[in-house]
């Protein structure tokens, strides 16, 4: 009998013993084609001979430094990368190991940011209903699936979420495309109005949602007016990218298709390609400024 706690309890599972591009092999000899790159994670394949020279180089010359005491080249060149990709210049890239832990980051990120410029109280984040954004307390807590919501729901912070855009569902068919986006954005206006612009630190929202409705884009000119609402009421926008970005999308960052920049991308997955937990969270060189200016320490320890 297995020791491992099973993510399904009741459940057995064939042992993966291998992969080779486009499949994975388990220790019976059967062959599966990995058409969702398991969870939406493996772009690049199995077992790129690229992928894995380079990390057997890697380990031969250093496997850690911790980073409160060392930076390291790997580090700095993935971070000039990502920050050059980055819309606005100056951005800086904090790194972590895995998606929910780069939104609880970016959570962080936006209350610390706050507390700098003088507004404590600043801490309610807005989320949008049918989203998922991780599966630690923070990032459970913003996201909108009730599945993974129910078992922990009477001790999850309950704060405003609002109507994802969906226009296959719930644009009227005498509305175009823009004045549905117009519509269900200003749903963060009224959310934002009932809770207290003084209250709310953020709102996030996945460019184009997974794992809980399954590929639904934003329709044109939605995030442009999402972007408008949170400057109005000096709100940081979040970027989850977690799943549709790195590439997935056509552009490096998704949310570039929208002519809009945010102050925060959280990304994971696709950056790592399943050879290794890792997860960055792109901030706008005004968000990095403040918190380095006003001597904030992130307070975000890991190893």
Request: net charge neutral; hydrophobic share 35%.
């Amino acid at each position: 009998m297995s020791s491992v706690f099973y993510r399904d309890p009741g459940s057995t599972y064939p042992v993966a013993e291998r992969g080779e591009g486009m499949y994975v092999y388990d220790a019976s000899g059967h062959k599966y084609l990995d058409m969702s790159g398991g969870a939406a994670v493996s772009c690049l394949g199995h077992s790129h001979p690229e992928v894995v020279r380079a990390i057997q180089q890697q380990a031969n010359r250093l496997s850690f430094a911790h980073t409160a005491f060392f930076t390291n080249k790997p580090q700095e060149e993935l971070a000039e990368r990502l920050a050059a990709r980055f819309t606005e210049k100056g951005a800086k890239v904090w790194f972590t190991s895995g998606g929910s832990e780069s939104n609880e980051s970016a959570l962080k990120m936006a209350w610390l940011y706050w507390r700098a410029k003088g507004k404590p109280e600043k801490t309610i984040i807005i989320s949008r209903e049918f989203s998922y954004h991780g599966g630690t307390f923070g990032a459970t807590s913003i996201s909108g699936n009730l599945f993974r919501r129910s078992p922990y729901e009477k001790v999850l912070l309950n704060w405003p979420r609002i109507a994802p855009c969906y226009a296959y569902r719930h644009k009227s068919d005498d509305e175009t495309d823009r004045d549905y986006g117009r519509r269900v954005a200003n749903d963060l206006d009224k959310a934002i109005r009932v809770t207290g612009a003084e209250n709310v630190a953020a709102f996030i929202a996945e460019p184009v949602v997974g794992a809980t409705l399954g590929v639904v884009p934003p329709v044109p000119g939605y995030f442009e007016e999402i972007r408008r609402i949170c400057d109005e009421h000096q709100i940081l926008f979040i970027a989850d990218e977690v799943m549709c970005g790195s590439g997935r999308c056509g552009t490096f960052y998704t949310i570039d298709q929208e002519n809009v920049v945010p102050d925060m991308v959280s990304t994971a997955k696709g950056l790592g390609g399943g050879y290794q937990p890792i997860g960055a969270v792109i901030a706008r060189k005004e968000i990095y400024k403040t918190i380095r200016d006003h001597k904030k320490d992130l307070a975000h320890d890991h190893t």
